[in-house]
């Protein structure tokens, strides 16, 4: 079993940044790669970024390079996103994810392993 636990949403007014994190606890192994993906209202979940935790590799969704920047600390099993230059479109319910291969995976199914999501809103 792996636990994957967010934290760290909240409200922002656009231009603002937030640091996500995600506490990952059981069967850390399990969970080669780790990922955030955001949904919102009505929208489908969509990739957002995602680490490799042996080396550190990172992928990101086009929209979020050079605003967001993920990444990990395998001391803390813990998973950060941080996010700067937030714009009102941003705003989602923003899930952790992980999966056993260390291949670089761009959609939810390819994920085994889900938090319950925290909720970021940025205000115009």
């Known amino acids: 079993q792996v636990q994957l636990v967010e934290s760290g949403g909240g409200l922002v007014q656009a231009g603002g940044s937030l640091r996500l994190s995600c506490a990952v606890s059981?069967?850390?192994?399990?969970?080669?790669?780790m990922g955030w993906f955001r949904q919102a209202p009505g929208k489908e979940r969509e990739f957002v970024a995602a680490?490799?935790?042996?080396?550190?590799?990172?992928y990101y969704a086009d929209f979020v390079k050079g605003r967001f920047t993920i990444s990990r600390d395998n001391t803390k099993n813990t998973m950060y996103l941080q996010m700067s230059s937030l714009k009102p479109e941003d705003t989602a319910l923003y899930y952790c994810?992980?999966?056993?291969?260390?291949?670089?995976?761009?959609?939810?199914?390819?994920?085994?392993?889900w938090g319950q999501g925290t909720q970021v809103t940025v205000s115009s």
């Open positions: 994810a992980g999966r056993a291969s260390a291949s670089a995976a761009y959609t939810p199914s390819a994920y085994t392993h």
């Open positions: 680490v490799r935790r042996s080396d550190g590799t990172t």
């Open positions: 059981g069967r850390t192994f399990s969970s080669s790669v």
